[in-house]
């Protein structure tokens, strides 16, 4: 089954409002077997929202609207979708007396605009809204011939998660197939996402009942392979045989094979091994310890580290000597190095990690220019570094310089 989700507001259609309605919605739709396959966003006009409907309904079988229930004129919801399908709108007795009951409780005189809350389609079931006075409406009705399932719900989350939960949900059950979605997500580190695609394509392209997409953020390759099936175990048995074939084809790019981050993973090898790290960061400022320290339970294995940015602070914190500063530069592989050595030595952690760069947009110089970036791990055995030029903003450099530093030490671990 297909469904698409539309929002209605203009207010979401500015930068200071976000539809997060459509997330839970989606979530749960997936969860009993429904795909979501369109979201559409549409302003407070009844011409752009009776297209959207026509719209979705001639390519879903399931409409959730969100929104637009309200007693203002701008609230278009219900006459939209009368308008849509050729709908009486008939104004409900008991609707009334629940308004007007609930102006009471406050000890108001109702508008006369509130009324329009209690206007129900025609052919429509009135569903409950405990939490506010707009109700929402179930619709099991026909579009161009075909069944078609429209949901209305009140936009306030406090009012469209509880009632989508408790009325829509049990009702979609019951009338549509029984459908399960299997759900993997892996996720590889600094493999480009053009290079992981042309690797993977062809893996799950084969696979056309599994919905397989790959989104790509700072070094960082995600892919979410999904799958609807009569039964749970046939659903689960697809999506693992073509996650088993993408673990393969990517080997040491993989990093998790169940959406794990990667901060995720280096602290599960650090416990594996009973290792203990260190960071002393320059360009990244912090980034490494705050991502490692976002994850519970990461005072295990994570003892601290030091800022240090001035060239002093790499002196006095990790015990980088002066003259190798003046000799090399800050932004030099011996000063990582140093750093990642002095950093270890000074905390007693198992493994330290240096990262120095220019994150810019000034600094660089003709042999070292904007995004270079120096980072190295040190143990008791080896003391590496790796140097890497990243390409673009201060924010960009200094996130995939720390997804780098992160993937530099799970491979150490390894």
């Keep these: 089954m297909k469904s698409e989700i539309i929002a209605v507001g203009s207010e979401m259609l500015t930068p200071w409002r976000q539809d997060t309605n459509s997330l839970y ?24 929202l009776i297209s959207a409907i026509r719209v979705a309904l ?7 609207i969100i929104g637009g229930l309200g007693p203002t004129e701008d609230d278009l919801t219900r006459e939209a979708v009368a308008e849509a399908l050729s709908l009486n709108i008939r104004r409900e007795a008991t609707l009334v007396a629940a308004l007007h009951t609930r102006a009471a409780s406050f000890r108001i005189a109702m508008p006369a605009n509130n009324l329009k809350q209690a206007d129900v389609l025609e052919g429509a079931t009135v569903l409950p809204n405990p939490n506010g006075s707009a109700p929402g409406q179930w619709l099991d009705t026909r579009f161009s011939g075909y069944r078609k399932i429209v949901l209305l719900v009140p936009g306030p989350p406090s009012e469209c998660r509880p009632l989508f939960d408790a009325e829509c949900l049990p009702r979609l059950r019951a009338a549509i197939p029984k459908r399960f979605i299997a759900k993997r997500s892996l996720r590889a580190a600094m493999i480009p996402e053009s290079q992981a695609d042309q690797l993977l394509a062809p893996i799950y392209s084969a696979y056309k009942d599994v919905e397989t997409t790959i989104l790509s953020h700072a070094g960082d390759i995600q892919l979410t392979l999904i799958c609807s099936k009569p039964s749970a175990v046939q659903a689960k048995q697809r999506v693992d045989e073509l996650a088993g074939k993408i673990e393969e084809a990517l080997e040491d790019w993989l990093y998790s094979s169940d959406g794990d981050s990667l901060e995720q993973i ?15 960061e320059s360009c990244t400022g912090g980034m490494i310890a705050e991502r490692i320290t976002s994850v519970p339970g990461s005072s295990r ?13 790499k002196h006095a914190f990790a015990g980088v000597p002066p003259e190798l500063i003046a000799q090399h530069g800050a932004v030099s592989e011996e000063v990582a190095k140093a750093l ?47 140097e890497r030029t990243f390409r673009g903003d201060r924010q960009r450099v200094r996130e995939f310089a720390t997804q780098q530093a992160l993937d530099l030490i799970r491979r150490r671990l390894m």
Excluded: M, W
């Design 25 to 48: 919605l989606t979530e749960k739709l997936n969860e009993i077997g429904v795909t979501v396959t369109f979201k559409t966003i549409v302003g407070d006009r009844r011409k752009d």
């Design 58 to 64: 001639g390519r879903v079988d399931i409409l959730a």
């Design 266 to 280: 280096v602290l599960y090898y650090l416990g594996l091994r009973q290792f203990t790290l260190a960071v002393a």
């Design 301 to 313: 294995s994570f003892l601290g580290g030091a800022i240090v940015y001035a060239d002093t602070l």
């Design 340 to 386: 990642a050595h002095g950093i270890r030595l000074r905390t007693g952690a198992t493994l330290g990690l240096g990262i120095t760069g220019i994150a810019g947009p000034t600094g660089a110089t003709e042999e070292k220019p904007v995004g270079r970036v120096y980072i190295a791990v040190s143990d008791a055995q080896k003391n590496e570094a790796t």
